[in-house]
């Protein structure tokens, strides 16, 4: 039997009975602060019974009490009705499945725009699918370029591939990930894409280029456009680190790993899209890395029922908080996500359930800002406590997730189907059992149900590989971001070793709010277009002048306003995400 860390993470790291990490091919035995407490963590901070308006209560009643409220709201118009979820379990019960009671219903869905869609977007553009290098692959190159990708923090087990191995990690700032490469190339925020033009335009104009990328007179009409001396303004990057970025490319042939940040911020779409051009253009096949999800051929369409039926209203994520605030929903239903926190504009979510406007349903493990926010909370078990299947954006393996402890509260599939049923809700994608479900979604990838329940991790076959010579070329018409005011900082997040987005503070404890700057020390006000919160400065040399940077797992400042409600109304050209990154933000130092 085998278990799979089922949360937001590149590496989806396999265990055994004793929660031991198996020692196969990527995992290599080893696994991270997160994965060694997740024994200890399973114990804290749980939700173990359920709550209406605070009070103690049945799950059974709860349910009752869910069916009335979704009843009345549906007579009056289901679109009014919101179902929100991320990626706090990956598993394709725990996270997709679900989805189905409210497609039926008709209720609004987000764009589920926060994190990867914007990359996975812009390189579809250019390769018709965003799959790229399989873990196998990256044991074959000899050098990497971690773009916007701090992996010693964000996949420990893609980091450990390359150890040994000459690095250039390109970022706004001195990363763990940069201090331990070969060489650090500093950009401005939200510029990467004119740094990879003048790449691509070096590697044209040398004489440099090896591969064949279709349409490739328009890209050499286009880099032409661009003169070296203002692609080197613009970013803030040398002509001559440009020159010897283009030069490393050519003589080492790196594997490109582009972080998901890069889609968070400024022209970030069109950043992905040069970028990935670039391993093309030298000619690997396959050279670059951002997220395989949407390569195994997975069916998360037919998982969530979009065969059958589909939300009545997507609500853009960069305009989660504006639509609660303009009055366009009554009740939000929250699972797998802690939208308070992470999602653009979660202080209006606060004060519309304060106030009475909108009706907080969570279904959460543990006591999250929303689940302690909500009407009503409803226990869900943990990865531990229920069966699931598992996949990776990473590695090839599928994984049959099986519970090495007793289950508490209900999960997520046996909820949705037991409000449906109090509903009176017949239809057929509620009635279809969820294994047959898993079973048909898996099939396209190679993988039959029977099969991994028998072997436990089987290995899937990629559906969806690229072509090489795509049949389009969009290029980019980026925007600078322009100068800096006085006491102006450009806002970025990372990742922390010790959590995952909002997860594991049980364990390690609540992190304070600061922000790492070059010239700031003190409590400060941050102020953007979309409002202000207040945090610690602390002053770091490995932060530019110009940039600040918060951890993604520090997002509440020190009032208890989530740090969101300055970021993200700006949507991404590709997909719609929000610009969490880059935000253009004034300091003021109110305090020490
Ligand atoms: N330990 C740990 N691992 C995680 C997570 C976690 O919370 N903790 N979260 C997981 C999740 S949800 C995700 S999405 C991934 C994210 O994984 P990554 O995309 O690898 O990284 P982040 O940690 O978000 O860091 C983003 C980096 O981009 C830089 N950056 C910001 N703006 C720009 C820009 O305009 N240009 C460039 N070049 N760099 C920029 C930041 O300084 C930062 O170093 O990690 C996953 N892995
Ligand atoms: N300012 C800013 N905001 C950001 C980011 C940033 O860089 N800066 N990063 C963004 C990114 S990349 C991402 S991916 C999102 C992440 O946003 P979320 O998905 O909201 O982040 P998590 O903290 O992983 O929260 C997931 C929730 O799922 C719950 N959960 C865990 N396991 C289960 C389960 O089995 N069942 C159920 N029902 N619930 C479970 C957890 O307890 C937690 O409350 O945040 C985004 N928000
Ligand atoms: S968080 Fe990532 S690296 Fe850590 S145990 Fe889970 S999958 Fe592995
Ligand atoms: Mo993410």
């Not at 209900?410 to 037991?418: H, S």
């Not at 049980?506 to 277009?529: A, C, F, K, R, W």
Request: proline residues 6%; glycine residues 8%; aromatic residues 10%.
């Amino acid at each position: 039997m085998v278990i799979a860390c089922t949360r937001d993470c590149y590496d989806t790291c396999i265990f055994n009975e004793n929660y031991k990490p198996l020692n196969i091919f990527p995992i290599n035995g080893f696994t991270c602060a997160r994965g060694r407490a997740d024994l200890i963590r399973n114990e804290k901070n749980r939700v173990t019974t359920a709550y209406i308006d605070g009070k103690e209560t049945t799950i059974d009643e709860a349910i009752k009490y869910v069916t009335k409220l979704l009843k009345e709201t549906m007579k009056k118009n289901p679109a009014r009705i919101l179902r929100t979820d991320y990626d706090g379990n990956q598993g394709l019960l725990t996270w997709y499945y679900p989805d189905r009671i409210f497609n039926v219903i008709g209720a609004s869905q987000t764009d589920r725009s926060i994190c990867s869609s914007e990359g996975h977007a812009a390189i579809r553009a250019h390769y018709g699918t965003s799959m790229g290098a399989l873990p196998e692959d990256f044991t074959k190159y000899r050098a990497a370029v971690f773009w916007a990708f701090p992996a010693s923090t964000s996949s420990p087990h893609i980091w450990a591939l390359f150890v040994k191995k000459p690095k250039v990690s390109i970022d706004v700032r001195v990363s763990d990930t940069a201090r331990k490469s070969d060489r650090a190339i500093i950009v401005r925020p939200g510029t990467d894409v004119y740094l990879a033009i003048g790449v691509i335009k070096v590697l044209i104009e040398e004489g440099l280029v090896e591969g064949k990328v279709r349409h490739f007179e328009e890209l050499v009409n286009y880099v032409r456009g661009f003169s070296l001396d203002y692609l080197s303004k613009v970013s803030g990057v040398g002509i001559s680190d440009i020159r010897w970025l283009a030069e490393f490319y050519h003589e080492y042939k790196p594997l490109t790993l582009i972080g998901f940040a890069l889609g968070r911020s400024q022209n970030g779409g069109d950043a992905i899209g040069m970028i990935s051009l670039i391993p093309a253009l030298i000619g690997l096949e396959r050279g670059y890395y951002y997220s395989n999800s949407l390569g195994w051929g997975l069916d998360f369409d037919y998982l969530r029922g979009l065969h059958m039926a589909r939300s009545s209203r997507v609500i853009p994520m960069a305009e989660f908080g504006d639509y609660i605030e303009r009055g366009e929903v009554d009740i939000i239903y929250a699972w797998n996500e802690n939208p308070v926190v992470t999602l653009p504009g979660g202080d209006k979510l606060i004060k519309a359930v304060r106030e009475g406007r909108v009706t907080l349903i969570v279904h959460d493990p543990y006591w999250s800002e929303t689940a302690k926010l909500a009407n009503v909370v409803i226990p869900a078990p943990t990865f531990l406590e229920k069966y699931d299947v598992v996949y990776s954006y990473w590695h090839d393996y599928l994984i049959y997730n099986e519970p090495i402890k007793p289950p508490r509260g209900i999960a997520e599939v046996d909820l949705v189907r037991r409000l449906a049923k109090e509903l009176g809700i017949t239809h057929p994608l509620l009635l279809e059992d969820p294994w047959d479900a898993v079973d048909r979604a898996i099939r396209p990838a190679g993988v039959t149900l029977e099969e991994l329940r028998v072997r436990k991790i089987v290995k899937m076959k990629p559906k969806y590989l690229p072509t090489n010579e795509p049949d389009a070329l969009p290029l980019p018409n980026p925007t600078e971001p322009g100068e800096l005011g006085p006491n102006e900082v450009r806002l970025v997040f990372t990742s922390h070793p010790l959590y995952t987005n909002t997860q594991f503070r049980e364990v390690y404890g609540n992190l304070e709010p600061v922000v790492y700057t070059h010239d700031y020390e003190g409590i400060v006000v941050l102020e953007s277009e979309f409002g202000s919160v207040r945090v610690r400065a602390v002053r770091d040399g490995n932060v530019p002048p110009g940039v600040a940077l918060i951890y993604k797992s520090s997002l509440i400042d020190l009032d208890g306003k989530p740090i969101n409600s300055i970021t993200g109304r700006i949507k991404g050209k590709y997909a719609g995400t929000p610009m969490l990154n880059g935000v253009r933000v004034r300091v003021k130092v109110v305090g020490n």
